[in-house]
Nanobody, 121 residues
């Protein structure tokens, strides 16, 4: 398993932006971001394949969030713009030792500790 460390969470007002980072202890993993709001199940947010050439997003964040990766730094980012109160959640970074991205939680075998994002109106 790879070790993952998230950072960049915090509190922001509606319409604001945050950038989450996920530093991995290894390379050559497809990566994903998931989130879990109060009283809800963990859900898919965004994913990126090994090379960074393919991405996927949940419908709720399309056009507002962007996932990217810096392979030289073994780091994946989630740029979140135009944040809404419903984006409030703990955000988790996940990795799977494969080339292709997946949107299902069960496809990932390594998880970070999570970082809190709070959006207030």
């Amino acid at each position: 398993q790879v070790q993952l460390v998230e950072s960049g969470g915090g509190s922001v007002q509606v319409g604001g932006s945050l950038r989450l980072s996920c530093a991995a202890s290894g390379s050559q993993y497809a990566m994903g971001w998931f989130r879990q709001g109060p009283g809800t199940e963990r859900e898919f947010v965004a994913a990126i394949n090994w090379s960074g050439g393919s991405t996927a997003y949940a419908d709720s964040v399309k056009g507002r969030f962007t996932i990217s990766r810096d392979s030289a730094k073994n780091t994946v980012y989630l740029q979140m713009n135009n944040l809404k109160p419903e984006d409030t959640a703990v955000y988790y970074c996940a990795a799977r030792r494969a080339y292709t991205l997946r949107t299902s939680l069960s496809e990932y075998d390594s998880w970070g500790q999570g970082t809190q994002v709070t959006v207030s109106s």
